[in-house]
């Protein structure tokens, strides 16, 4: 077997805000969407889904409460430029994001920033220099 992850879920309080927060916010394609009463799932490049869960669904499935203590995963998105990074993350700030301290940083290898959505999953906005 050759692992391949297709599908990302994460656990939100609020759908609707996630909705814009994701859609308008960090510009999420639209084309695929998928609404459900209790998810939205986006198609995105390379046969990948992120599909945006309401967190008490998701408590009901794995039959506890326990998400905040759940292990932390940070998700990592390329940018074509170090402009394309602020840009990212100046959007995610202005749809409700919280920019991480010390952040965005210059590297010998890059140039990257974090931030945290609604719910609290973080995200690196990277650009790889190459040289």
């Known amino acids: 077997m050759k692992p391949k992850i297709n599908i990302i879920t994460l656990a939100v309080l ?3 805000k996630s909705i814009v927060f994701y859609r308008d916010g960090l510009g999420l ?11 939205i799932i ?5 046969d ?6 309401l967190r008490s669904e998701l408590e009901e499935f794995s039959q506890s409460d326990d998400f905040q203590n759940a292990s932390k995963v940070i998700l990592s998105h390329t940018a074509a430029s170090k402009d394309e990074v602020d840009s990212i993350l100046k959007a995610a700030v ?4 919280t ?22 999953h973080i995200w690196e906005i990277v650009y790889f220099h190459l040289s």
Do not use: C, Q
């Open 94 to 97: 202005e749809f409700g994001g």
């Open 99 to 120: 920019l991480l301290p010390s952040y965005p940083k210059e590297y010998d290898w890059g140039y990257s920033g974090y931030f945290k959505d609604l719910d609290g």
């Open 14 to 16: 609020d759908l609707e």
């Open 42 to 46: 986006f198609d995105l490049e390379g």
């Open 48 to 53: 990948v889904s992120l599909v945006l869960y």
């Open 29 to 39: 394609p639209t084309s695929g969407l998928v609404e459900g009463s209790d998810h």
